[in-house]
T-cell receptor, first 116, second 115 residues
Framework: AQTVTQSQPEMSVQEAETVTLSCTYDTSENNYYLFWYKQPPSRQMILVIRQEAYKQQNATENRFSVNFQKAAKSFSLKISDSQLGDTAMYFCAFILSGGGADGLTFGKGTHLIIQP | ETGVTQTPRHLVMGMTNKKSLKCEQHLGHNAMYWYKQSAKKPLELMFVYSLEERVENNSVPSRFSPECPNSSHLFLHLHTLQPEDSALYLC??????????????FGSGTQLSVL
């Protein structure tokens, strides 16, 4: 079974700073996808960024980028120029290519607080 | 993004009550999911429906009973719940019949408290 570990239960940074959230995962498979989801106080989970394991290039979406280290099984999320609206729970998630019986496997989440 | 609506937003029920959670997606998606989000635990996939047929049931107790009458609606019927069932129940949908690299669209959840 796959596991996803987020070792930072909570982080706090000042507005406009850059913050990096860590995520590691464990799998014996070679083809999979990784995701970061954001859950603001409204509770609705929103996809932030997605990475295909077969791609070496790190995914970027505006202020959000990832550092994907396949050999180390690491998938960190970097938020540049952080904004108050970035305050939320952030979940790292994993799924095997082709789905898999368990669907998405999520980490426990990191609560990110952006201070004014 | 919107498109997945869950009702009610909050629910308090006794252990002997029967209640239902409702989810509706307006996105024309083919798959719908129920997830359980407990404090300090990873999200747990409970049920998956693809094209209105249940394709996954991850060892969920029978006191939780899902129903998918059509591709736009998903219900979770609750009866004889336990206090440890208190959690946020999230509904999600995806375009593909089974989510692979597909983006999941989530609702805002129902916060359930079992007394």
């Amino acid at each position: 079974a796959q596991t996803v570990t987020q070792s930072q239960p909570e982080m706090s940074v000042q507005e406009a700073e850059t913050v990096t959230l860590s995520c590691t995962y464990d799998t014996s498979e070679n083809n999979y996808y990784l995701f970061w989801y954001k859950q603001p106080p409204s509770r609705q989970m929103i996809l932030v960024i997605r990475q295909e394991a077969y791609k070496q290039q790190n995914a970027t979406e505006n202020r959000f980028s990832v550092n994907f280290q396949k050999a180390a099984k690491s998938f960190s999320l970097k938020i540049s120029d952080s904004q108050l609206g970035d305050t939320a729970m952030y979940f790292c998630a994993f799924i095997l290519s082709g789905g898999g019986a368990d669907g998405l496997t999520f980490g426990k989440g990191t609560h990110l607080i952006i201070q004014p | 993004e919107t498109g997945v609506t869950q009702t009610p937003r909050h629910l308090v029920m006794g252990m002997t009550n029967k209640k239902s959670l409702k989810c509706e997606q307006h996105l024309g998606h083919n798959a719908m999911y129920w997830y359980k989000q407990s404090a300090k635990k990873p999200l747990e996939l409970m049920f998956v429906y693809s094209l209105e047929e249940r394709v996954e049931n991850n060892s969920v107790p029978s006191r939780f009973s899902p129903e998918c009458p059509n591709s736009s609606h998903l219900f979770l019927h609750l009866h004889t719940l336990q206090p440890e069932d208190s959690a946020l129940y999230l509904c999600a949908s995806s375009q593909a019949p089974v989510a692979t690299n597909e983006k999941l669209f989530f609702g805002s959840g129902t916060q359930l408290s079992v007394l």
